[in-house]
């Protein structure tokens, strides 16, 4: 009898050894999993940014990023950095929806409800 309880303990510790070992593991991999889609996002990042000072930039899911400004879940939507040369300015833009009002958005006034407003910005520091 003793024998057997000894064995159920030792099968006990290895299914919780076992145990650790999986959740570990799935640690490990929902890390990976984030790395890889921050490593996505910085790729089409680099492949979206331009050089020669044009933007070209398609907003997906128009919708729905609309419907979050309404409700004030997003105020704005940024491009991705395009430059006016290899060593010029850094520049953005920035799509804000007419529902949200920041010091920026003076030019929202009548907050119309298919308005928009583009703003063109620079990073001051870069490229100096």
């Known amino acids: 009898m003793e024998a057997l309880d000894r064995q159920r303990q030792l099968e006990r510790e290895l299914l ?20 890889i889609a921050e490593l996505q996002l910085r790729l089409t990042s680099l492949e979206q940014t331009s050089y ?4 070209l930039w398609r907003i997906t899911d128009f919708q729905n990023k609309r419907q979050d400004a309404v409700s004030g879940r997003v ?12 060593t010029g300015k850094m520049t953005f833009t920035r799509v804000s929806h007419c529902f949200q009002q920041s010091t920026l958005d ?19 520091q870069h490229g100096q």
């Open 106 to 124: 003076t030019y929202c006034i009548h907050h119309l409800p298919n308005h928009v407003s583009f703003f063109y910005m620079y990073h001051p």
């Open 52 to 55: 020669d000072g044009t933007l």
């Open 75 to 86: 105020t704005s939507i940024y491009s991705s950095p395009f430059f006016t040369s290899r």
């Open 16 to 35: 919780d050894t076992m145990d650790r070992k999986v959740r570990n593991q799935d640690r490990l991999l929902a890390m990976k999993d984030a790395t």
